[in-house]
């Protein structure tokens, strides 16, 4: 089954020749004088870093141990920014809740082998760490920072913190295939910059038409595959929900199957009530992110497994399905035609003349998700219909089967 797994794979780190580390993309581990490959964010560096190739200059990181997903990445990025946007403010003048974030941040003297802890509510679905560490400029691809992670090697236990040249940092597919459908990965890891979107204009029209103009776009800052970005319109009196759509899953062809041709290209959306929090300090909460999270999983899924999404697809979170949050019983979604806008926003044909469709996530109980499977996905969006509801998700409302 499908789940909320890495979309940009695991990131293994090696000191070997090229033969040694093929086998080290076969077998997904390192052992490197009992140190562990992690995946930091940096909060805070010298920009002499990114000037001169030879510079060397303290920074403050922040990563985790266990498993280097694109999870792990987005929990680590957000943080960060968090951590970012305290730097130089005086911690009784923030809200109570990032005092001691605030505090930590600031206290900014390099202590080398420091590591500290981020306080959990920052990151409730795993530990992660503020790392003091020495960067060397050298160990940069061009000189300049690409983006913001910096691949690491640290002891788990205590002790300095290396960072790795960005040149052994490699790139695997994941091992679990976790499509029913028994879809394999790409025997290649995905490329590490994405094609330039030749869509997006007409997609940005397309939304603002149908659904209003996006207020926020949350870019990618790493993308793999595709650049995936979401759009956000905020709810009006005409139409009192938020929308969340997608760009960039259409900038390259799904893989359907014989005679489904017309399916290759699609966007997702999902409507959420109006008061959804999409402040920035609240999305480190997975109870009001998880929406954008599915939306970017799924839209990169279809291409890194070469299948397809279309007309009543079910998509469990992870094998068991699991709820998307602590406080979410919603297990997985079923595609939808959006239920609002007719046949003009469900299919946008581009210049070209190439049709993309746009699919809505209707997050469902573990009951309905087996009603859909048994009796089919018309059956599951007839007993909703007929309780009242549609693709605008409401958190309260129970079960229809």
């Not at 794979?9 to 000191?15: K, M, Q």
């Not at 030749?198 to 939304?207: D, P, T, V």
């Not at 949050?325 to 190439?354: C, K, M, Q, R």
């Amino acid at each position: 089954m499908i789940g909320i797994l890495p979309g940009i794979g695991f990131l293994i780190y090696g000191f070997r020749r090229e033969a040694a580390r093929k086998a080290a993309r076969r077998e997904a581990h390192l052992v490197y004088a009992e140190k562990e490959p992690i995946l930091c964010v940096l909060v805070i560096g010298n920009r002499a870093l990114f000037r001169d190739k030879g510079s060397l200059a303290p920074a403050l990181l922040v990563g985790g141990f266990g498993s280097q997903d694109h999870s792990t990445a987005e929990d680590a990025l957000k943080v960060a920014a968090v951590f970012a946007s305290l730097y130089g403010r005086n911690p009784a003048k923030v809200a109570p809740e990032h005092r001691e974030a605030c505090a930590l941040v600031n206290d900014d003297e390099f202590q080398s082998g420091r590591r500290r802890a981020v306080p959990a509510h920052l990151s409730p679905n795993r530990k992660l760490w503020l790392f003091d560490t020495l960067l060397q400029g050298d160990n940069f691809d061009s000189g300049t920072i690409d983006s913001p992670f910096i691949p690491c090697l640290v002891s788990p236990g205590q002790g300095p913190i290396w960072q790795i040249p960005s040149d052994l940092a490699v790139f695997l597919p994941p091992k679990k295939n976790p499509n029913i459908i028994a879809h394999q990965a790409k025997a290649e890891a995905p490329p590490l910059v994405a094609p330039i979107s030749e869509n997006l204009e007409a997609i940005e029209a397309h939304i603002s038409r149908h659904l209003g103009e996006p207020s926020t776009v949350y870019h990618e800052l790493v993308s793999t595959t595709v650049h995936i970005d979401v759009h956000i319109v905020r709810a009006t009196l005409a139409r009192p929900w938020i929308s969340l759509v997608t760009s960039g899953m259409s900038d390259i062809p799904m893989h359907p199957p014989e005679g489904a041709e017309a399916w290759r290209f699609a966007e997702l959306m999902i409507r959420l009530p109006s008061d959804w929090n999409f402040e920035n300090e609240s999305l480190s909460d997975e109870a009001n992110y998880w929406p954008i999270r599915c939306l970017k999983f799924l839209a990169r899924f279809v291409h890194e497994y070469e299948t397809w999404l279309c007309y009543g697809h079910s998509i469990p979170n992870g094998d068991p399905a699991e709820p998307y949050a602590s406080n979410i019983p919603f297990v997985g979604v079923v595609l939808s035609p959006p239920w609002y806008g007719g046949p003009e926003f469900t299919t946008l044909v581009l210049p070209d003349g190439t049709p993309v469709s746009f699919w809505s996530l209707i997050p469902v109980y573990p009951s309905e998700m087996a009603f859909k499977v048994e009796h089919g996905s018309d059956a599951l969006f007839e007993r909703l219909a007929a309780a009242g509801y549609s693709d605008l998700f409401d958190p309260s409302r129970p079960p229809v089967v």
